[in-house]
């Protein structure tokens, strides 16, 4: 029987056999050849929920029309659960169940229909049903498609892991259908892609080149369907759609010719383990929340690093390979924002990672094998080579170390990474020239990339690479250029020079089968201004076409016509690029051109004269006018057009001067020589000046030529200081300079020498102002971090004085943080070749232009470097931010003006560690003139050009690590628009900072340093607010009206705002989501919902209510807005309403919200028809930074994995209710919703019903189930109603609950906190625990009844007793070993005694040298550690950072009154506090000397012999530990006669400050009674720290806040008994 339908299919052969069919639509085709081919009685289709939605139907329609009429010939389906938990042993039992109960016998064909996963499993019953039976691969995912369904490999997960059960088993047929990509999730698609990026790159080049610069082509073929089976048959199919079937039969080709050599996995195939060995271990950390295929990618990388460092692979191969990954949105490393972010990713160190990989199938014995590249399309061995843990360390380490020592390579010869702007000239004048040019150290760029594409297309020129990439060979096409012929769009990224550059070479370009040349960009190119060019090209006569809008990309530009010539006049105030762009194709003008440049100060000239020399060395002398009066230049040019440029054999691409700084730094600090090769006295660029006007002064010897410099050091420790240099001429070397000053101890030559008195070992370096704004405040970074060597500096107006030191005198062992600042690395990693254990905490900020730097250092100067671990835990307990500043996208800020974008903004800054920039004062700093003036002079209209010009500029110039606040009008102009759109879908934040108007209007009312609107401020409100929703993705609310009826007002700088500033920015960048830390910990978690109408009434009771628990559930299907309170049936809040609850939440509690939607049937309010009003309330919880979302899977499939996607860092809680009692805990609906909840869910919460208490142990047997599968992902399982208690008491993740306080429960059946406690203790789970107090005296103590208070309020079985002894003697002992003992807290005299009986302290109490507080901690395994810490000091810390201004610097200067044991934990807090200088007061001298010198040098200790007088500013905060009775605030005799210490306001001399007393009674001292005299000073008791520090216990303890309020209380009233 011949096909039906006429179908075009490319084969690709397997193990000799044509088996594998590629083409699109092929669905009737597969049916009439299985069954032409195949002969059977029985067919099975086996295939998930997922795919048969989309296509089972088809398939079942072809098999019907097909069998019509054939006796005996069955088609049966069967379809599954989706997802990896089917892969299950499980899941293979039953399909053969399945197959059994059908009766299918050894002649049945089997088809698996669906992904890797179908594909695995059906293969692998295939292999085993009946002793092996025929299937086919009907692959629908891009992995499935390239790498799974090819092969013959099918296996099966268990709980020990993945694919651990399987056989080989080749299919009969592979059927690729490409049109089944169609619908395949954008994600999964990448996932693929990442495996065809690898095939391309360890078998072809040329595959790979393709690869590279199509990646919009590849993802065309699929993001639009196919009609009508459009591409069925090649006459109907799209280029796009050829390319895609082509990149995945050239994958596949690749994979079935190593298959068929190497089928059972011996040696060569291997080889597509490229990525792998780093991948997989990525991936058994990851998993699944990360796709397979990104972890490969990000494996791909670091393999590629290793191949790099060992001297292999050459950067420029990594660097294609990491921008093709991208291309296709791949990660490319472990800080990637979606990897960086997850709480697993802590769990990525390189000790885990190396011990994984330890385990993996390719190794031999204990070493690690790695497949290396060696170049693009070739690996080093044909099998994966054995390379050391130390190499693969290094790659894995964010940090790094050089070792210090002297360069083993000296005298060392080198280059140095090439110019960009060179490097774009010199291969654009190549390619237009006539001959073979060999250019060497092109630097690889996005720019020089597209570039080459381009110049391709055009048929301008042909590249290859010689020595492994690190020469290109361009034969020149002679200017001779031709449009594509197909009317290929020329595709230009944001490469903008190549933009620039390309436009007047398309002019040249002559008519192929086409008659133009279409050149486009993405979305931000189509921003870029090419206006001025195209005006002066068609005023010449040329035709060029804006194909969308005027002014920019894309472009039509007419060929055949060429560049006329003759005069062409040029607007060049806006870019050189314009110029150099004409003149680099002058001389293929018809005639020649006499280029004359208006418009103003022309820009850049030093560019112009760049290209202009270049062009000289390619044999073109173009002729600068000047006029014959004055002699001046003119802005006039002449380029002659009688010949082609003239290649030269070779051309060298000079060095980047800047990053040139370095080796040669490293020969002037180690005393060894340095040549490099390619910059020297002829250079254009600044820096170059370095070597003679830096170097030579410090007493280097400096010899340059032309093109060479070597720079020989004197012996180590002869540098001079510099006295004075002006470095503006080269203002990036700056900090080069900086780090060799800082060993500069010598006094500098004569004639350099500062008469003005300053130290001989100053070097002052100015005319640097400008490194205030570059990727950081350089000034500040080099002083800040100088100062960590022991390096003393002086910050100038524009640069700074650095005293230098003999290099033995500074300290070894300092983490530099380097600002995601390339310089900053390099400059330091310069000093630690002579500073033993610098560490360089952030390696990859080198990759902007210096990527190989560390494997240069070591391969190309000699010198050591070794990856670092930097500890991920910061020291007290909060968890450190997940990912880096560098990491971060940059937060801006839009909202009215007014509205408090600055305010918000410098607080989030400092939260983040990111800096901050205002718009309006960069405006400044630009124009050198204040908006407000700039309107004045220059109208409205050229401010709003000039503003976005700026925005665009910020967005380029500080794409991570910043938080930019806009100016109001910003959202005026649909450019701005349009860029601060394009920021938020390239994964920017944008943040509308919300405040009601009236506020606005109030705080406009008194401003005046913006201009006024000329109309009213509301009619703007309300024009912009829609504009400022549509361009950002988050909403930071600044608005009180909602808060004031509930009675907390907030002033906008409470702590309440503060700490929500915190969170809010913490969470929506990434850096610390706000998550429940018992939920991340897989610890029991419970969260309260929140069922009122008018959630502002429960607000002054918040912290009782949420005492305990670890989130809070919103329920916005239940708000009602005031004036609609009786709303019954179908009701939805309006969204301001909604998000002034949340907003007046958020200011009373930093809990992670819930944030949730019930339906109706689901037991809900919100309409079950209202699909898009629910998904808009889902987004309003995502865009106000909502911790969870509660996602009900009822809704239609495709909006919620839309919705999914755009989630940001919310995490989702797919929830599911069955209401009706029918769902049952062991049947298949279950099942369904559990795999689909899992897959767009970060949390699954099912929900059913208890009809009697055995459900509920129904319900424990599939969470046990579950849990089986390696990275279940935590689920919230219950049941409803009375019946269902017990499920609640069992449940395990956020259970939610009820409080007494709350009128309704949010459900039947519902619990509270306390109740669960009591339960869970009454079923053995919770058993009581017993607490001590030792020490002595103790009987006074309120510390039991705080304890106690706080255990009966949660309902928890605890005890605490009062255990006092005069010693920590043998009863302490045997207390601390028994089985119920919980902890203790620990008072004088044992707070050092008790220490040896401990297994562990915590670093803060080994700090302090005291612990107060032991916990006992029971591991998983059972065993028993008892932990020292210490919670004195965050009892002074809290109470003090409470009574701050929060949004006021941290304090600098303190004083601490008594040397005992309370004042260690006092100093340590003041340190904590970011107290420089401490002063320390005591009675007796000695023992303050003592206390002192237990501390480290930069606590700043300072001892103090009076309280009146302090040597340097006075304190600002006072903590005193001495008794109550030791101070006396009375002169009187017998006061001091006493021996009190006469406390005077003499203390108080700063305008504000917090004054402690440790000292409980009297509750008020004399310290604390004389400083609540003076205005600006706060006070706290030691009540107030007790009561911290007890709550701080508490919480270690049990894991659980202390319920404030009831506990406080207690205290209170017992303390005032006594
Ligand atoms: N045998 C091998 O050599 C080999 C190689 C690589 C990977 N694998 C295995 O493959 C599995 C991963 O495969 P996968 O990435 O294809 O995952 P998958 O099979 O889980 O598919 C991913 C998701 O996409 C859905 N889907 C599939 N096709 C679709 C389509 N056309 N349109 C819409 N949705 C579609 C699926 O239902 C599923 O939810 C893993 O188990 C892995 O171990 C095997």
């Known amino acids: 029987m011949s096909?039906?339908?006429?179908?075009?299919?490319?084969?690709?052969?397997?193990?000799?056999?044509?088996?594998?069919?590629?083409?699109?639509?092929?669905?009737?085709?597969?049916?009439?050849?299985?069954?032409?081919?195949?002969?059977?009685?029985?067919?099975?289709?086996?295939?998930?929920?997922?795919?048969?939605?989309?296509?089972?139907?088809?398939?079942?329609?072809?098999?019907?029309?097909?069998?019509?009429?054939?006796?005996?010939?069955?088609?049966?389906?069967?379809?599954?659960?989706?997802?990896?938990?089917?892969?299950?042993?499980?899941?293979?039992?039953?399909?053969?169940?399945?197959?059994l109960e059908h009766k299918c016998t050894r002649d049945t064909v089997i088809l698996a229909l669906g992904g890797g996963v179908i594909g695995d499993l059906v293969g692998f019953v295939a292999a085993t049903f009946m002793r092996g039976v025929r299937f086919c691969q009907i692959p629908t995912t891009l992995l499935a498609m390239v790498d799974s369904s090819v092969g013959g490999k099918t296996a099966i997960d268990t709980p020990h892991g993945k694919n651990l059960i399987g056989a080989f088993w080749q299919p009969e047929y592979i059927f690729i259908d490409a049109a089944f990509l169609e619908t395949l999730p954008a994600r999964e698609f990448s996932n693929g892609m990442a495996e065809v990026v690898k095939t391309a790159a360890i078998w072809n080049d040329e595959e790979f080149s393709a690869l590279e610069s199509q990646s919009e082509a590849v993802f065309a073929a699929i993001q639009t369907p196919s009609k009508n089976n459009a591409g069925r048959i090649i006459s109907t199919r799209s280029p796009e759609q050829q390319l895609l079937l082509h990149v995945i039969s050239a994958s596949i080709g690749v994979k079935a010719h190593i298959v068929t050599i190497d089928e059972r996995e011996t040696g060569l195939r291997n080889l597509v383990n490229f990525g792998h060995t780093i991948g997989h271990a990525i991936e058994a950390v990851l998993t699944p929340t990360i796709l397979h295929g990104e972890c490969v990618s990000v494996g791909m990388i670091l393999e590629a690093e290793v191949a790099r460092q060992l001297g292999i692979l050459g950067q420029v191969a990594v660097g294609r390979l990491t921008r093709a990954l991208k291309a296709y949105n791949l990660p490319t490393s472990l800080s990637d924002s979606r990897i960086a972010t997850l709480p697993a990713a802590r769990l990525l160190n390189a000790d885990r990672l190396l011990s994984i990989m330890a385990i993996d199938k390719k190794n031999s014995g204990a070493e690690k094998k790695v497949v290396l590249l060696s170049r693009i399309g070739a690996t080093y061995e044909l099998k994966a080579t054995t390379v050391a843990d130390a190499v693969i360390r290094r790659s894995l380490c964010e940090a790094v170390t050089v070792v210090a020592g002297i360069p083993s390579k000296s005298p060392v010869v080198m280059s140095t990474p090439g110019s960009k702007s060179i490097s774009n000239r010199a291969l654009l004048l190549a390619a237009l020239g006539k001959g073979t040019c060999r250019l060497k150290n092109l630097l690889h760029s996005d720019d020089t990339q597209v570039m080459m594409n381009a110049l391709i297309d055009l048929n301008g020129a042909k590249f290859s690479w010689e020595d492994g990439g690190e020469t290109l060979v361009v034969e020149g096409g002679g200017g001779k250029l031709t449009s594509p012929a197909s009317g290929k769009e020329i595709y230009l990224g944001n490469a903008g020079t190549a933009a620039r550059f390309l436009t007047t070479v398309c002019v040249l370009a002559q008519k192929s089968a086409s008659s133009s040349t279409f050149i486009t960009g993405n979305a931000r190119m189509k921003q870029r201004p090419v206006g001025p060019l195209v005006d002066a090209l068609r005023s010449n006569g040329s035709s060029l076409e804006y194909a969308e809008s005027e002014g920019c990309l894309p472009l039509r530009i007419a060929s055949g016509g060429g560049l006329k010539g003759g005069r062409i006049k040029l607007a060049a105030s806006v870019s050189s690029q314009y110029v150099s762009s004409i003149l680099l194709c002058a001389p293929y003008a018809s005639q020649p051109v006499e280029l004359e440049l208006t418009g103003g100060t022309v820009i850049s000239q030093p560019y112009i004269d760049m290209t202009l020399a270049m062009m000289r060395t390619f044999g073109v002398h173009a002729r600068r006018h000047t006029d014959s009066q004055t002699g001046k230049p003119l802005d006039v040019y002449t380029i002659p057009n009688d010949a082609a440029y003239t290649n030269p054999s070779d051309y060298a691409i000079e060095s980047d001067a800047s990053s040139a700084t370095y080796p040669l730094a490293v020969a002037a600090i180690t005393g060894t020589r340095c040549t490099l090769k390619n910059i020297g006295s002829a250079s254009l660029q600044g820096d170059a000046m370095f070597a003679k006007s830096v170097l030579e002064p410090m007493g280097c010897e400096v010899v340059q030529t032309e093109n060479e410099t070597t720079v020989t050091g004197p012996p180590v420790g002869q540098l001079r200081a510099l006295g004075a240099v002006d470095m503006e001429p080269m203002t990036d070397a700056f900090l080069t300079a900086s780090v060799l000053a800082a060993v500069a101890a010598l006094p500098p030559k004569a004639e350099r020498e500062l008469k003005d008195g300053s130290p001989k070992n100053t070097t002052r370096i100015f005319g640097i102002a400008n490194q205030r704004v570059k990727e950081c405040n350089r000034i500040r970074a080099m002083i800040d971090q100088l100062a960590k060597f022991g390096v003393q500096t002086k910050e100038l107006d524009d640069g700074l004085e650095i005293y230098g030191r003999p290099s033995c005198e500074l300290k070894r062992g300092c983490s530099i943080h380097c600002y995601d600042d390339h310089r900053v690395a390099m400059a330091f990693s310069v000093l630690g070749t002579v500073i033993d254990g610098t560490i360089l905490e952030e390696k990859r900020c080198v990759e902007k232009t210096w990527p190989n730097w560390w494997d240069d250092l070591e391969n190309k100067i000699g010198l050591k470097v070794a990856g670092v671990e930097l500890a991920t835990s910061s020291a007290q307990g909060v968890p450190s931010p997940v990912s880096s500043a560098k990491d971060s996208a940059s937060v801006v800020l839009i909202g009215m003006r007014g509205s408090g974008k600055t305010f918000v903004g410098s607080l989030a800054a400092r939260s983040l560690d990111f800096s901050f920039v205002d718009a309006d004062a960069h405006f400044e700093i630009i124009h050198k003139m204040g908006v407000k003036e700039y309107v004045h002079a220059r109208g409205w209209p050229a401010f709003r050009e000039a503003e976005t010009q700026i925005l665009k500029d910020l967005l380029k110039d500080h794409p991570t690590g910043y938080v930019i606040s806009l100016g109001g009008g910003i959202v005026e102009t649909p450019e701005s628009r349009a860029a601060l759109k394009f920021y938020c879908e390239s994964?920017?934040?944008?943040?509308?900072?919300?405040?009601?108007?009236?506020?606005?209007?109030?705080?406009?009312?008194?401003?005046?340093?913006?201009?006024?609107?000329?109309?009213?401020?509301?009619?703007?409100?309300?024009?912009?607010?829609?504009?400022?929703?549509?361009?950002?993705?988050?909403?930071?609310?600044?608005?009180?009206?909602?808060?004031?009826?509930?009675?907390?007002?907030?002033?906008?700088?409470?702590?309440?705002?503060?700490?929500?500033?915190?969170?809010?920015f913490g969470h929506v960048t990434g850096r610390v989501p706000n998550f429940a830390a018992n939920v991340v910990r897989g610890e029991r978690s419970y969260f309260l919902s929140l069922t009122y109408p008018d959630i502002t009434p429960a607000l002054p009771?918040?912290?009782?209510?949420?005492?305990?628990?670890?989130?809070?559930?919103?329920?916005?299907?239940?708000?009602?807005?005031?004036?609609?309170?009786?709303?019954?049936?179908?009701?939805?809040?309006?969204?301001?309403?909604?998000?002034?609850?949340?907003?007046?939440?958020?200011?009373?509690t930093t809990l992670p919200i819930v944030f949730t939607v019930r339906t109706v049937s689901q037991g809900g309010m919100h309409p079950d028809d209202a699909e898009d009003e629910a998904f808009a309330l889902y987004a309003v919880g995502v865009r106000l930074g909502c911790e969870y979302i509660d996602l009900e899977l009822g809704w239609k499939e495709q909006r919620i994995r839309e919705f999914v996607k755009d989630k940001g860092h919310s995490q989702i809680i797919a929830s599911w209710h069955d209401w009706s009692g029918s769902m049952k805990w062991d049947g298949p609906v279950v099942k369904d919703k559990y795999a689909y909840g899992s897959q767009v869910g970060d949390i699954v919460k099912i929900v059913g019903k208890a009809l009697s208490p055995e459900d509920n142990f129904k319900l424990r047997a599939f969470v046990s189930e579950t849990r089986k599968s390696a990275n279940a992902k935590p689920f919230i399982a219950i049941n409803t109603g009375y019946e269902g208690q017990l499920s609640r008491i069992l449940n395990e993740t956020f259970s939610p609950v009820t409080h007494h306080l709350l009128s309704v429960k949010a459900a039947p059946g519902q619990l509270s906190f306390k109740e669960i406690q009591n339960a869970l203790h009454l079923m053995g789970m919770l058993p009581a625990k017993r607490f001590y107090l030792f020490g002595t005296p103790i009987q006074a103590s309120p510390s039991p009844t705080l304890h106690n208070t706080g255990f009966a309020a949660l309902g928890l079985p605890h005890k605490y007793d009062l255990f006092e002894t005069p010693e920590v003697d043998d009863k302490i002992k045997q207390l601390v070993k028994s089985a119920d003992f919980g902890g203790a807290s620990v008072t004088i005299p044992h707070k050092l005694p008790i220490m040896p009986l401990l297994d562990e302290l915590t670093p803060e109490a080994r700090a302090i040298g005291a612990v107060n507080t032991v916990i006992a901690r029971v591991a998983a395994d059972g065993t028993r550690r008892l932990v020292g810490d210490n919670t004195d000091w965050i009892g002074i810390r809290n109470c003090v950072s409470a009574r701050l201004a929060a949004d006021a610097p941290a304090p600098t200067v303190g004083l601490v009154i008594g040397a005992g044991g309370t004042s260690r934990a006092a100093i340590y807090a003041l340190h904590r506090l970011g107290v420089q200088r401490i002063y320390l007061y005591n009675r007796t001298r000695t023992s303050a000397e003592t206390l002192a010198g237990a501390f480290p040098k930069d606590f700043g200790i300072e001892i103090v012999d009076s309280v009146v007088a302090f040597p340097h500013d006075p304190p600002t905060i006072i903590v005193s530990t001495v008794p109550g009775a030791a101070t006396t605030s009375s002169a009187s005799k017998e006061a001091v006669s006493g021996g009190s210490l006469l406390l005077t306001s003499a203390l108080f001399q700063s305008e504000s400050g917090v004054a402690v007393d440790m000292a409980y009674r009297p509750a008020v001292t004399a310290l604390l009674s004389l400083a609540s005299e003076k205005k600006g000073w706060r006070i706290v008791r030691g009540v107030d720290v007790l009561l911290e520090q007890g709550y701080a216990q508490f919480a270690l303890w049990t894991g659980r806040q202390c319920p404030r309020t009831v506990v406080s209380e207690k205290v209170w009233e017992k303390y005032n008994q006594v």
């Open 1101 to 1148: 009771h918040l912290e009782e209510l949420t005492a305990a628990v670890d989130a809070i559930e919103l329920r916005v299907d239940l708000l009602r807005a005031p004036k609609e309170m009786d709303a019954r049936g179908n009701y939805m809040p309006p969204t301001p309403y909604v998000v002034e609850q949340v907003a007046s939440l958020r200011q009373k």
């Open 987 to 1064: 994964g920017g934040i944008v943040v509308h900072i919300k405040r009601e108007i009236d506020e606005v209007v109030k705080y406009l009312g008194e401003e005046t340093a913006r201009p006024a609107y000329g109309e009213p401020v509301v009619d703007v409100f309300k024009r912009r607010e829609p504009w400022f929703a549509e361009c950002s993705n988050y909403e930071f609310v600044n608005y009180t009206g909602v808060l004031q009826q509930a009675d907390v007002r907030a002033n906008s700088a409470s702590e309440g705002f503060v700490n929500e500033v915190r969170r809010f």
């Open 3 to 99: 096909p039906l339908v006429q179908t075009d299919v490319t084969k690709v052969s397997i193990l000799g056999k044509d088996s594998i069919h590629c083409g699109f639509h092929l669905v009737p085709y597969i049916v009439q050849t299985v069954l032409d081919t195949l002969k059977s009685s029985t067919y099975v289709l086996v295939t998930d929920t997922v795919v048969a939605s989309f296509y089972l139907k088809e398939f079942e329609e072809e098999f019907e029309k097909a069998l019509d009429g054939k006796n005996g010939v069955r088609f049966l389906r069967h379809v599954i659960s989706p997802g990896e938990t089917s892969k299950s042993r499980q899941g293979k039992a039953d399909i053969e169940d399945f197959l």
